[in-house]
């Protein structure tokens, strides 16, 4: 029950973050991105299924990954901790280790 409940206040996080970040609030820092940041980093903790997704997404946008990087500099320790994990570096590795396989089976 308790991870069920953390599960749904990650993706609730996500939801309203990925709402509020288009829209222009005149605030002092980004609202939106902020929660959404936080909701990220809540479901990438207890996750894996969330945490392999975003690990793809980065894989597959270097934008979104640069991007990711560039607001996670000022972030709290666990939205760092997120980017960290998320990293794509391991599916890169997995591509690489992947096409010289089938270069060698050829």
Do not use: N
Not at 19 to 32: A, N, W
Not at 61 to 66: G, K, P, Q
Not at 68 to 96: C, S
């Amino acid at each position: 029950m308790r991870k069920f409940l953390i599960l749904a206040g990650g993706w609730t996080l996500t939801v309203v973050g990925a709402i509020l970040t288009p829209m222009p609030i005149p605030l002092p820092f980004p609202v939106g991105a902020t929660i959404l940041l936080i909701g990220c980093a809540i479901l990438t903790t207890h996750s894996k299924r969330f945490r392999r997704w975003m690990q793809h997404l980065r894989h597959r946008s270097a934008r979104v990954s640069r991007m990711l990087e560039y607001l996670t500099r000022r972030a709290p320790r666990r939205v760092k901790v997120m980017e960290a994990i998320t990293r794509p570096g391991a599916l890169g590795r997995k591509a690489r280790i992947d096409q010289r396989r089938t270069a060698h089976c050829a």
